[in-house]
């Protein structure tokens, strides 16, 4: 009897089990292009899959019999169809554009499309959550092409930047659904501000060059584009709790209450990150919040966005003096030297680690800061060709960092010299002119305007007549916390000044279909800045800027479609750049020009069932190009002059290969040439005794741009070993870079190159939706290495003094995630 049983339940069993097959497919739009992102599941079981790059979706254990595969993407009607699985079965899926308004016109308008010749990669939700343990936005875009990351703290949490094709942030236009996101004076884009932002986004677009016409600063160097989380028809909730080394923690809960009466869905996130960094006291104490609430119908689409949050990050901006790096104590009392340093600050740097060197000790030597940001999305179809978008929004923030001066003069802070005895009689002889203090420097701003678009998309036009109007009003002022010796009033002010700028844009789009196989692009935009700054600065000199600009940026470019999977295209656009507010303010007096550039972009895009390519080559004509000159201001920001006529020119690849059903390869490479034609140095010489100031003057021709390698190259290899599993190795290397525009070998920071490895697993139970398991070892090879840096150095008389000063990133460190999602 017994043996009857086993009999039968193995039986049982072994039907149950071979009666399971895999179901797989692609799913295209109507002109057979692959829709990477779109959501698949079978509507009787709880699976659910996203599809790859490819367009590739693929179901295991799937048992026999009638299967409905259900299949949603964004701006595509809902798909359902009805297969029948009696063996492993492989499907073609087609979806068509959904007459109906969706979230996608949202971005719509700044976006580039298949038949846009700009060149561009975009991100989707899945890629971004796979990377996302926690460090700053810039870091998990790293893998994307001609791209470099730093962290002031050396491990990617805090203040962070990024540049694309040897560009600085400052010059990369940032938007988030459509709204400017760049600080309007300094043209920066604070990651730190809005930690865990990749969180709540559903896709990031990098457009490299001038790109499309879009809202706010010009794009120099390219343009990053930020959809912030769609629709969810499904009630969801997440939680993610992230830990490592440097005690980085990351706690992100998220949840979304799903398609309410056919017309209503809220989302909302908060987050918690932390990190105690790399370099020493370099902590981090981040927090951030995301909400939305929006209404839809079939023709309107209501959305309003809240997200923000506050950061306490302690100092690092100054980075490790060379000398310290070396271990050379001869160097290090030299830089002591001319840093000013007391001797307390300078044992500090005789006894430091040398990777980890960081010259704040006071406590409180933080920055602390809040930024909200508030949107209200509108957008009506009015016809199926016609559609309308409006958004307002509004930025206030608020904040300052402190900080220990030793021996700084009082009257830099509009206060007497103090006349002393030891009696304390005063006397013409006991003159104190400097003294220890604690100051806080504030930031005080709001941004607020408005966006508009109005679409025209029927037969052979789509049209865009689009733009916004900004206003930025900010108040930075410093306090005097505490001196050693001097009295003042509570709360002493010490300077003020108020920066107001307005940019308006208009711009008009057009992609005309010519024929089945060549679409014409044309974008004409104008842009008028005005920016007005006024009262007394840091060092008490005073601010007077009242600057006007006026700019004309054309565009245009052809795409050729060879076939459904090949096209080429070409692209010509002009864009010009106001300076920003240091330009001005670090040089009193002086008149900084505002930046042109020409742009010039040719390129290649095949598609294959198993591979992807796109080959481009870019030509970046500036004239009076802002170039680092390697030195910071007393904020830490990079100080930059005119620099006449340059370029930049390469070659960027892109590919994407699956070699085999478990075994993906993506890769790209960048070889650049960017040169400044003619480049002046200039260099204060204090004389032999340091009894006199000049200036000297050295000219160099035809150097390379200070952080600007020649080879870039990204690549992440994955390998699926069984189902749910993942391993990918993720590689970087980074040419070396110059610290300024001397291509003196003397100031550069040295090639890299740095391999990380991802292990995740992916359980889904019955119970849930699903269990995700991650884990990140970085730098898994413990490479020693910097990735950014600064220079300054000045001549006295025949002897010359410099010192460089680098951003050291951490060796070996890993972190693991768990996240769990109902």
């Given at each position: 009897?017994?043996?009857?049983?086993?009999?039968?339940?193995?039986?049982?069993?072994?039907?149950?089990?071979?009666?399971?097959?895999?179901?797989?497919?692609?799913?295209?739009?109507?002109?057979?292009?692959?829709?990477?992102?779109?959501?698949?599941?079978?509507?009787?079981?709880?699976?659910?899959?996203?599809?790859?790059?490819?367009?590739?979706?693929?179901?295991?254990?799937?048992?026999?019999?009638?299967?409905?595969?259900?299949?949603?993407?964004?701006?595509?009607?809902?798909?359902?169809?009805?297969?029948?699985?009696?063996?492993?079965?492989?499907?073609?899926?087609?979806?068509?554009?959904?007459?109906?308004?969706?979230?996608?016109?949202?971005?719509?308008?700044?976006?580039?499309?298949?038949?846009?010749?700009?060149?561009?990669?975009?991100?989707?939700?899945?890629?971004?959550?796979?990377?996302?343990?926690?460090?700053?936005?810039?870091?998990?875009?790293?893998?994307?092409?001609?791209?470099?990351?730093?962290?002031?703290?050396?491990?990617?949490?805090?203040?962070?930047?990024?540049?694309?094709?040897?560009?600085?942030?400052?010059?990369?236009?940032?938007?988030?659904?459509?709204?400017?996101?760049?600080?309007?004076?300094?043209?920066?884009?604070?990651?730190?501000?809005?930690?865990?932002?990749?969180?709540?986004?559903?896709?990031?677009?990098?457009?490299?060059?001038?790109?499309?016409?879009?809202?706010?600063?010009?794009?120099?160097?390219?343009?990053?584009?930020?959809?912030?989380?769609?629709?969810?028809?499904?009630?969801?909730?997440?939680?993610?709790?992230?830990?490592?080394?440097?005690?980085?923690?990351?706690?992100?809960?998220?949840?979304?209450?799903?398609?309410?009466?056919?017309?209503?869905?809220?989302?909302?996130?908060?987050?918690?990150?932390?990190?105690?960094?790399?370099?020493?006291?370099?902590?981090?104490?981040?927090?951030?919040?995301?909400?939305?609430?929006?209404?839809?119908?079939?023709?309107?689409?209501?959305?309003?966005?809240?997200?923000?949050?506050?950061?306490?990050?302690?100092?690092?901006?100054?980075?490790?003096?060379?000398?310290?790096?070396?271990?050379?104590?001869?160097?290090?009392?030299?830089?002591?030297?001319?840093?000013?340093?007391?001797?307390?600050?300078?044992?500090?740097?005789?006894?430091?680690?040398?990777?980890?060197?960081?010259?704040?000790?006071?406590?409180?030597?933080?920055?602390?800061?809040?930024?909200?940001?508030?949107?209200?999305?509108?957008?009506?179809?009015?016809?199926?060709?016609?559609?309308?978008?409006?958004?307002?929004?509004?930025?206030?923030?608020?904040?300052?960092?402190?900080?220990?001066?030793?021996?700084?003069?009082?009257?830099?802070?509009?206060?007497?010299?103090?006349?002393?005895?030891?009696?304390?009689?005063?006397?013409?002889?006991d003159t104190i002119k400097t003294m220890d203090m604690i100051r806080r420097r504030w930031l005080n701003n709001d941004f607020y305007g408005f966006t508009y678009s109005l679409n025209y998309d029927k037969n052979i036009w789509n049209i865009v007549l689009g733009g916004g109007w900004n206003r930025y009003d900010g108040d930075h002022?410093?306090?005097?916390?505490?001196?050693?010796?001097?009295?003042?009033?509570?709360?002493?002010?010490?300077?003020?000044?108020?920066?107001?700028?307005?940019?308006?844009?208009?711009?008009?789009?057009?992609?005309?279909?010519?024929?089945?196989?060549?679409?014409?692009?044309?974008?004409?935009?104008?842009?008028?800045?005005?920016?007005?700054?006024?009262?007394?600065?840091?060092?008490?000199?005073?601010?007077?800027?009242?600057?006007?600009?006026?700019?004309?940026?054309?565009?245009?470019?052809?795409?050729?479609?060879?076939?459904?999977?090949?096209?080429?295209?070409?692209?010509?656009?002009?864009?010009?750049?106001?300076?920003?507010?240091?330009?001005?303010?670090?040089?009193?007096?002086?008149?900084?020009?505002?930046?042109?550039?020409?742009?010039?972009?040719?390129?290649?895009?095949?598609?294959?069932?198993?591979?992807?390519?796109?080959?481009?080559?870019?030509?970046?004509?500036?004239?009076?190009?802002?170039?680092?000159?390697?030195?910071?201001?007393?904020?830490?920001?990079?100080?930059?002059?005119?620099?006449?006529?340059?370029?930049?020119?390469?070659?960027?690849?892109?590919?994407?290969?699956?070699?085999?059903?478990?075994?993906?390869?993506?890769?790209?490479?960048?070889?650049?040439?960017?040169?400044?034609?003619?480049?002046?140095?200039?260099?204060?010489?204090?004389?032999?005794?340091?009894?006199?100031?000049?200036?000297?003057?050295?000219?160099?021709?035809?150097?390379?741009?200070?952080?600007?390698?020649?080879?870039?190259?990204?690549?992440?290899?994955?390998?699926?070993?069984?189902?749910?599993?993942?391993?990918?190795?993720?590689?970087?290397?980074?040419?070396?870079?110059?610290?300024?525009?001397?291509?003196?070998?003397?100031?550069?920071?040295?090639?890299?190159?740095?391999?990380?490895?991802?292990?995740?697993?992916?359980?889904?139970?019955?119970?849930?939706?699903?269990?995700?398991?991650?884990?990140?070892?970085?730098?898994?090879?413990?490479?020693?290495?910097?990735?950014?840096?600064?220079?300054?150095?000045?001549?006295?008389?025949?002897?010359?003094?410099?010192?460089?000063?680098?951003?050291?990133?951490?060796?070996?460190?890993?972190?693991?995630?768990?996240?769990?999602?109902?």
């Open positions: 009897m017994l043996k009857t049983f086993c009999v039968t339940v193995f039986m049982l069993l072994s039907s149950y089990c071979y009666s399971q097959y895999i179901v797989s497919g692609v799913v295209r739009d109507a002109r057979s292009r692959p829709l990477p992102g779109a959501s698949v599941s079978i509507s009787d079981l709880k699976q659910q899959s996203v599809t790859d790059q490819f367009g590739q979706f693929k179901f295991e254990r799937v048992p026999s019999g009638n299967q409905t595969l259900v299949i949603t993407f964004i701006g595509f009607r809902k798909k359902e169809e009805t297969i029948v699985v009696s063996k492993n079965t492989e499907v073609q899926l087609a979806l068509e554009e959904a007459p109906v308004i969706s979230e996608a016109v949202v971005v719509s308008a700044t976006r580039a499309t298949d038949k846009t010749p700009a060149t561009h990669t975009t991100i989707e939700k899945q890629d971004i959550q796979q990377q996302n343990f926690g460090q700053d936005l810039p870091f998990l875009l790293n893998w994307t092409p001609s791209i470099v990351t730093t962290s002031d703290a050396g491990a990617g949490v805090g203040y962070t930047g990024i540049r694309i094709r040897g560009s600085d942030q400052t010059r990369i236009n940032v938007t988030i659904n459509g709204i400017p996101y760049n600080d309007a004076e300094s043209l920066g884009s604070f990651w730190v501000n809005i930690s865990d932002i990749a969180s709540s986004s559903q896709s990031i677009q990098i457009q490299r060059g001038v790109g499309t016409s879009t809202n706010g600063a010009g794009a120099f160097g390219a343009t990053l584009n930020l959809q912030t989380n769609t629709r969810n028809d499904h009630a969801y909730a997440d939680f993610v709790n992230a830990f490592g080394s440097f005690n980085t923690r990351r706690h992100t809960f998220n949840f979304g209450s799903g398609l309410l009466n056919d017309h209503w869905s809220f989302e909302g996130r908060l987050s918690k990150i932390a990190s105690d960094g790399f370099i020493d006291r370099a902590f981090s104490d981040l927090s951030s919040y995301y909400f939305s609430g929006g209404y839809q119908t079939e023709k309107t689409l209501v959305k309003a966005v809240m997200f923000g949050g506050k950061e306490r990050t302690y100092q690092a901006w100054y980075g490790v003096p060379e000398s310290r790096l070396n271990n050379d104590n001869e160097a290090m009392l030299i830089t002591a030297m001319n840093e000013g340093w007391n001797d307390i600050q300078t044992e500090n740097l005789l006894q430091s680690n040398s990777r980890t060197f960081n010259p704040y000790q006071y406590k409180n030597q933080v920055d602390n800061y809040q930024q909200d940001n508030y949107q209200l999305h509108f957008s009506h179809q009015f016809t199926e060709a016609f559609t309308w978008n409006t958004s307002l929004h509004y930025t206030p923030g608020k904040g300052y960092y402190e900080e220990y001066r030793y021996d700084d003069k009082i009257e830099s802070y509009g206060l007497n010299n103090i006349i002393i005895d030891d009696d304390g009689s005063t006397t013409d002889n002022y410093g306090e005097l916390l505490w001196a050693e010796y001097a009295q003042f009033p509570h709360e002493y002010r010490y300077y003020f000044n108020n920066g107001d700028k307005r940019d308006f844009n208009s711009y008009l789009k057009t992609n005309i279909q010519l024929s089945n196989k060549v679409n014409a692009f044309i974008d004409l935009q104008y842009r008028r800045v005005t920016y007005k700054a006024k009262g007394i600065e840091n060092e008490q000199e005073p601010v007077d800027v009242d600057a006007d600009f006026n700019f004309f940026n054309p565009k245009a470019g052809i795409t050729v479609t060879i076939s459904d999977h090949q096209q080429l295209y070409g692209f010509f656009g002009m864009s010009n750049r106001e300076p920003v507010r240091n330009d001005f303010v670090d040089f009193p007096g002086n008149n900084p020009k505002p930046e042109k550039l020409q742009n010039l972009e040719v390129g290649y895009r095949r598609t294959g069932k198993n591979y992807g390519l796109n080959l481009n080559y870019y030509l970046m004509n500036y004239k009076d190009q802002l170039v680092l000159t390697g030195q910071l201001n007393d904020v830490g920001a990079n100080i930059r002059t005119n620099a006449g006529e340059s370029y930049r020119m390469g070659v960027e690849v892109e590919s994407a290969l699956r070699l085999t059903n478990q075994l993906q390869w993506n890769f790209n490479f960048t070889l650049s040439r960017n040169k400044i034609q003619s480049y002046t140095e200039v260099i204060e010489d204090y004389g032999n005794n340091f009894d006199e100031y000049n200036l000297i003057r050295n000219t160099y021709k035809s150097t390379d741009i200070s952080f600007s390698p020649a080879i870039i190259a990204g690549s992440q290899l994955k390998y699926l070993p069984f189902r749910g599993a993942e391993i990918a190795l993720l590689s970087k290397y980074v040419g070396k870079q110059y610290l300024d525009n001397t291509q003196n070998e003397n100031r550069a920071i040295d090639a890299y190159f740095i391999n990380d490895i991802r292990l995740s697993y992916s359980w889904k139970p019955s119970f849930m939706k699903e269990i995700n398991f991650s884990f990140l070892i970085n730098n898994v090879l413990d490479n020693m290495y910097e990735s950014n840096g600064y220079t300054w150095g000045y001549q006295a008389g025949a002897t010359t003094y410099r010192e460089n000063y680098y951003y050291p990133q951490a060796g070996r460190n890993i972190m693991g995630m768990l996240t769990l999602r109902f």
